[in-house]
T-cell receptor, first 117, second 117 residues
Framework: AQKVTQAQTEISVVEKEDVTLDCVYE???????LFWYKQPPSGELVFLIR??????QNEISGRYSWNFQKSTSSFNFTITASQVVDSAVYFC??????????????FGKGTHLIIQP | DGGITQSPKYLFRKEGQNVTLSCEQN?????MYWYRQDPGQGLRLIYY???????QKGDIAEGYSVSREKKESFPLTVTSAQKNPTAFYLC????????????????FGDGTRLSIL
């Protein structure tokens, strides 16, 4: 069975603060894929990043960075110098090839990020 | 532009009525999915389709039906058997839904919000 836990239901910070969204996953597979999606108020989920289980290199894209640690089964997402436009619900998701890929993704319950001006 | 179009954006259902949510994609993707999103519950898979004329039940298929007569279209019918249909429904697609493509992200539409009158 696979499981994704986003323990932070809601986070509220003031603009320009740094914020980290946590994601912990469970899987028995050695090969798997992790994703982060952003859901702004408009409703559409926007793909942000994918990470393969065999690639533990952290990634930075502008103000966004991702810290993948297999030892702790975590794939955390940090926004540096947050902006009001970052306000959204963020989902972490897990995909396992052993599941045939056909069952889609297993999503966490999401973290609602509120950036106050 | 390529993407996924869901309609309508808002839909109201009367007791005992079936309603159909539309999902169209022009990404030339083989696989399509329907998710249900409830507050604080993340996304749950209703049905998915790997190819035309084929579809499979997801985790919460009861009270729903789908068809896949064309590659571009994957409509979802919420039947009267679904006793708690009020939710936000998201349609998604991906290149394929096979094991070899489980690393591919899904692309989402803007969603349909269904409410009971």
């Amino acid at each position: 069975a696979q499981k994704v836990t986003q323990a932070q239901t809601e986070i509220s910070v003031v603009e320009k603060e740094d914020v980290t969204l946590d994601c912990v996953y469970e899987t028995r597979d050695t090969t798997y894929y992790l994703f982060w999606y952003k859901q702004p108020p408009s409703g559409e989920l926007v793909f942000l990043i994918r990470r393969n289980s065999f690639d533990e290199q952290n990634e930075i894209s502008g103000r966004y960075s991702w810290n993948f640690q297999k030892s702790t089964s975590s794939f955390n997402f940090t926004i540096t110098a947050s902006q009001v436009v970052d306000s959204a619900v963020y989902f972490c998701a897990l995909s396992e090839p052993s599941g045939g890929g056909a069952d889609g993704l297993t999503f966490g319950k999401g973290t609602h990020l509120i950036i106050q001006p | 532009d390529g993407g996924i179009t869901q309609s309508p954006k808002y839909l109201f259902r009367k007791e005992g009525q079936n309603v159909t949510l539309s999902c169209e994609q022009n990404l030339n993707h083989d696989a399509m999915y329907w998710y249900r999103q409830d507050p604080g519950q993340g996304l749950r898979l209703i049905y998915y389709s790997q190819i035309v004329n084929d579809f499979q039940k997801g985790d919460i298929a009861e009270g729903y039906s789908v068809s896949r007569e064309k590659k571009e279209s994957f409509p979802l019918t919420v039947t009267s058997a679904q006793k708690n249909p009020t939710a936000f429904y998201l349609c998604a697609s991906s290149i394929k839904a096979t094991r070899a493509y489980s690393n591919q992200p899904q692309h989402f539409g803007d969603g349909t919000r269904l409410s009971i009158l």
